[in-house]
């Protein structure tokens, strides 16, 4: 009925790494110290929770393309809306195939 308990950290792992990407690009556009430290911390939070994931029962290959897919996705959309970065029809097509692969993963 419920999630598993290691999809939980899996969505920690992608929410801290985009945090950590918005961070990282706040820290190319202007240059401040504290955004790359602060970007730093954010990945290290980010492969805490995939350890974590996979110490509770995540399988590496499974674990590895949700995180990929889920980020991908979320920094495609941070891309769009946050910073106004263009995409192609060919961004959009992967977008849409990374959507599906999630649907066949959790089959």
Same mark, same amino acid.
């Given at each position: 009925? =419920? %999630? %598993?308990?290691?999809?939980? &950290?899996?969505?920690l +792992? *992608?929410? =801290?790494?985009?945090?950590?990407? /918005?961070? #990282?690009? !706040? =820290?190319? +556009?202007?240059g401040r110290i504290l955004f790359a430290v602060l970007a730093l911390l954010g990945f290290l939070a980010a492969n805490t929770a995939w350890l974590i994931s996979l110490r509770t029962g995540a399988e590496l290959g499974?674990? #590895? *393309?949700? &995180?990929? *897919?889920?980020? $991908?996705i979320g920094a495609v959309m941070i891309g769009i809306l946050v910073y106004h970065e263009k995409t192609t029809p060919? !961004?959009? /097509?992967?977008? #849409?195939? $990374?959507?599906?692969a999630?649907? =066949?993963l959790s089959v």
């Amino acid at each position: 009925m =419920f %999630p %598993p308990k290691w999809l939980y &950290f899996l969505l920690l +792992l *992608v929410a =801290f790494e985009l945090l950590a990407d /918005i961070l #990282a690009k !706040q =820290f190319s +556009l202007n240059g401040r110290i504290l955004f790359a430290v602060l970007a730093l911390l954010g990945f290290l939070a980010a492969n805490t929770a995939w350890l974590i994931s996979l110490r509770t029962g995540a399988e590496l290959g499974k674990g #590895a *393309v949700l &995180f990929s *897919v889920l980020s $991908g996705i979320g920094a495609v959309m941070i891309g769009i809306l946050v910073y106004h970065e263009k995409t192609t029809p060919w !961004q959009l /097509i992967g977008l #849409a195939l $990374g959507i599906a692969a999630i649907a =066949f993963l959790s089959v």
